[in-house]
């Protein structure tokens, strides 16, 4: 049973659940029932806005998800943005721009992340953002590093600390430790997936701070789905090659009539070559499993259904929009 989440501080929480929607284990995950209380603005359903389980938190223009199992946390600061809000402008529209990017300003950035740190009562935690490079360097902060640090996940123990991923289509993961109280924030793409970097990442807070995977929370945020995220077979290979399960992950192109070019990834014949056809792959699936064999339940796992390519009303799509798009961040950390 899914149970309602507390209200935040000071802004009221509006959960457009679909009808229901099925997780990728395919068990059907019921939405979250939520009942009116004042203050809640009842807005119209807004369909594949968020997906099972997941709400939406409304603030001043700002629409973040969060997931009702972290929320429920009264120790915990999470949320994963949108679009929505913000002051930067992208062609006439004001969008939320939470990355320094060649289009916008470092003002407006900063604004944006004030206003997203606003929205979750967290305006007195420090934001670590990482300079990001799609490797698998994992990084455990006790304090706010006088410089950005290169690398693509950071973990911590220390309250006032709020940890920040940036994405346009790869995917945000955040765990959190309820018994131990230990965060952690990813970026994976198809390269820091196949790096292993959700995996090692859980690896640095075991060895750390004694985290036991069976207690992780994990929610993997809006990102490009396996029904845009078009790869070539080299991609699929290398998967493939690194992970016994990988072939779950990708998909042919539905091109009309041609053969499905998975074929050749599960049956490759010696001494020939793969046909030089793309495929999709599900970046989402991939980190899932990862997750699950690094001893996650599944009932612990959150995932949202949204892609960020077939949804760019709500989200940003480098993919399908190029350099001169904006970037959403997903954030987690304890309250001081
Ligand atoms: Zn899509």
């Keep these: 049973m899914i149970k309602t989440p507390p209200v935040a501080r000071g802004v009221s929480p509006a959960a457009f659940p679909l009808a229901t929607a099925s997780d990728y284990t395919g068990r059907v995950v019921a939405p979250t ?27 001043h223009g700002l629409r973040i998800l969060q997931v009702p199992a972290f929320s429920k946390l009264p120790w915990l600061i999470h949320g994963f943005s949108t679009r929505h809000g913000g002051v930067s402008s992208l062609n006439g529209e004001k969008v939320l721009n939470l990355g320094f990017t060649g289009w916008d300003t470092r003002g ?20 670590i953002a990482l300079k990001q490079f799609h490797s698998d360097v994992v990084h455990l902060f006790d304090s706010a590093p006088a410089e950005p640090c290169r690398g693509d996940a950071s973990t911590t123990t220390r309250p006032g600390l709020l940890l920040g991923v940036q994405t346009a289509d790869c995917v945000p993961i955040l765990l959190v430790d309820p018994k131990k109280r ?24 075991q060895m750390e701070y004694g985290t036991k995977p069976a207690n992780l929370l994990a929610a993997l945020g809006p990102a490009i789905g396996g029904c845009c995220y078009e790869v070539g077979n080299e991609v699929a290979t ?18 009309g009539d041609e053969p499905n070019p998975l074929q050749w990834l599960n049956m490759m014949p010696p001494g020939h070559q793969p046909s030089p056809k793309n495929v999709l792959l ?16 599944p009932q612990n796992i959150f995932v949202s259904g949204l892609c960020t390519a077939c949804r760019r009303d709500l989200l940003f799509s480098y993919r399908k929009e ?12 304890l309250r001081p």
Aim: hydrophobic share 40%; glycine share 8%; aromatic share 6%.
């Design 238 to 255: 290398a998967f493939i090659s690194q992970f016994p399960n990988a072939a779950a992950w990708f998909d042919e192109l539905r091109t």
């Design 33 to 59: 029932k939520t009942s009116p209380r004042k203050r809640t603005v009842r807005k119209p359903p807004r369909p594949g806005f968020s997906s099972g389980s997941w709400t939406e938190l409304a603030s």
């Design 282 to 297: 599900d970046l989402r699936k991939a980190n899932r499993s990862q997750l699950l064999d690094a001893g996650l339940r």
């Design 108 to 127: 407006n950035v900063l604004e944006n992340r004030r206003l997203l740190q606003s929205a979750l009562a967290s305006d007195s935690q420090t934001l």
């Design 182 to 205: 230990v965060v952690a924030a990813i970026h994976a793409g198809w390269r820091g997936t196949l790096a292993r970097i959700a995996r090692k990442a859980i690896g640095r807070m």
């Design 322 to 333: 190029g350099a001169a798009t904006g970037r959403l961040m997903s954030v987690i950390g």
